[in-house]
């Protein structure tokens, strides 16, 4: 069984930044990407950034030149750096592990940008 564990959401206002973690643990074997993603009220669950194990990234168009995800494969670890946050990046952010058979995600972490 694998566990995901999310913090570092939070309340911030406009323009401020935050920095979200993600620890998995469990029986993990050949994690092939790690990523975040995020749903807002009353609208579907969005890529935000993923990393693979090659260390290739991918953003979602919205958080390009703000977010930054990187990751520490000695600790299973995955981080999104939020920076310059919008009223428009509320929601709950979660985590997301990928391995060659399965997928797994955390509880999730709410975000609220609001003056």
């Known amino acids: 069984q694998v566990q995901l564990v999310e913090s570092g959401g939070g309340l911030v206002q406009p323009g401020g930044s935050l920095r979200l973690s993600c620890a998995a643990s469990?029986?993990?074997?050949?994690?092939?990407?790690m990523g975040w993603y995020r749903q807002a009220p009353g609208k579907e669950r969005e890529l935000v950034a993923t990393?693979?194990?090659?260390?290739?990234?991918n953003y979602a168009d919205s958080v390009k030149d703000r977010f930054t995800i990187s990751r520490n494969n000695s600790k299973n670890a995955v981080y999104l750096q939020m920076n310059s946050l919008k009223a428009e990046d509320t929601a709950v952010y979660y985590c997301?592990?990928?391995?060659?058979?399965?997928?797994?995600w955390g509880q999730g972490t709410q975000v609220t940008v609001s003056s």
């Open positions: 997301n592990l990928i391995t060659m058979t399965s997928s797994y």
């Open positions: 469990g029986s993990i074997f050949s994690i092939s990407a």
């Open positions: 990393i693979t194990n090659s260390d290739s990234r």
